[in-house]
C-alpha cells in the first residue's frame, strides 16, 4: 500500500482590503453598469435623471442614460435578499449587504457584515459618510450616490418707488 504525499498548495493570504476588486474573481466580469443587477422590483422605481425632482438617489447606468433609484426612506437595506429595497441578482452581493442611513445632515453607508465588502471611491469601509457623487460598490454592482438639489429661486427685484407725498410735502410753488 503507498500512499501518496499531499500535494503542495500555494498559501494564500488574505488580500489587501483596500484593493478595489477585493472579493472578486478575476475570471468574471467586473460589472460597472449595475442595472443588468437589479430586480423588478427596482428596477419599477428607476426615474430618468433628467426629470428628477430634489432628494436622494443612487444613480445606475443604463444603455448610456444615468437611471436614478429615489432613496425615500430613513433607512435603505440593500442586498440580494427579499427583504432588501434595492435589491440586487448578483452572487457577489450578500442578502443583508449595507444599509444607507439618511438623516437631516447627510447619508452614511454602513456595511451589513457582508462577505465581499462594501466600497466607497474604491475603499473598503465600515461605516462611511457620502457626499455627492460618491461611487459606492456592493459586490459586483457600482452605482453613484447623488443628491438633487431643489433650484434656487432668484430674488425678486425690489421696486425702487417714489416715496408718496402727502398734502404737505407739495413740491409745487405757492401761489401768491
Do not use: C, K, W
Not at 476588486?21 to 467586473?30: I, K, S
Amino acid at each position: 500500500m503507498t500512499t501518496s504525499a499531499p500535494r503542495s498548495r500555494p498559501v494564500s493570504t488574505s488580500p489587501d482590503p483596500d484593493h478595489p476588486t477585493h472579493g472578486l474573481n478575476a475570471h468574471e466580469p467586473f460589472v460597472v453598469d449595475a442595472y443588468i443587477l437589479l430586480d423588478h422590483r427596482t428596477r419599477e422605481r428607476l426615474v430618468p435623471e433628467a426629470g428628477a425632482p430634489a432628494g436622494r438617489y443612487l444613480a445606475a447606468e443604463q444603455d448610456g442614460r444615468t437611471m436614478l433609484i429615489p432613496l425615500e426612506r430613513p433607512i435603505t437595506h440593500i442586498g440580494r435578499g427579499l427583504i432588501a429595497d434595492v435589491r440586487l441578482e448578483d452572487p457577489h452581493t450578500s442578502r443583508r449587504h449595507a444599509i444607507l442611513a439618511l438623516r437631516g445632515d447627510g447619508a452614511r453607508v454602513l456595511d451589513d457584515r457582508s462577505s465581499n465588502g462594501t466600497f466607497v471611491n474604491g475603499r473598503r469601509v465600515t461605516v462611511a459618510y457620502l457626499a455627492s457623487g460618491d461611487v459606492l460598490r456592493f459586490g459586483r454592482a457600482v452605482f453613484r450616490y447623488l443628491e438633487i438639489t431643489p433650484p434656487r429661486r432668484s430674488q425678486p427685484l425690489r421696486r425702487i418707488g417714489l416715496a408718496r407725498r402727502g398734502p404737505h410735502h407739495d413740491t409745487a410753488p405757492a401761489a401768491a
